[in-house]
C-alpha cells in the first residue's frame, strides 16, 4: 500500500513539473477606472422676481427678491468602469 502510493505521489510530480515551469508573457496592462454618472439638469421655474416696499424701523424700503428656480437632474449615463492602457507594475 505504501509502495503505491509512494508511485502515485511520483507519477503526479513528474507530470506536474512542465505545466510549472511554463511562464506567460505580458502584453499589455490595463487599470480599472471609475466614470462618474453624467445628469442633464434643468432649471424650473419656481417664484418670479419680486419688488415689494417694506417697512425698514422708521422708513420704507424698496426690496428686489430674485427669482428661483428649482434644479432638476435626469441620468443620461450611469456610473461604470474603463479599461485605460498603463504601464506594467509587475
Do not use: S
Request: contains cysteine; proline residues 6%.
Amino acid at each position: 500500500m505504501f509502495k503505491t502510493i509512494t508511485a502515485a505521489a511520483a507519477v503526479v510530480v513528474a507530470f506536474a513539473a512542465p505545466a510549472a515551469a511554463w511562464e506567460g508573457h505580458v502584453i499589455k496592462c490595463y487599470d480599472k477606472i471609475w466614470v462618474p454618472a453624467e445628469y442633464k439638469t434643468t432649471k424650473i421655474p419656481h417664484t418670479k422676481a419680486v419688488t415689494k416696499w417694506e417697512h425698514c424701523g422708521d422708513q420704507l424700503c424698496e426690496v428686489h427678491y430674485p427669482a428661483m428656480f428649482k434644479e432638476m437632474k435626469t441620468l443620461v449615463t450611469p456610473g461604470h468602469y474603463v479599461k485605460r492602457e498603463a504601464a506594467c507594475r509587475n
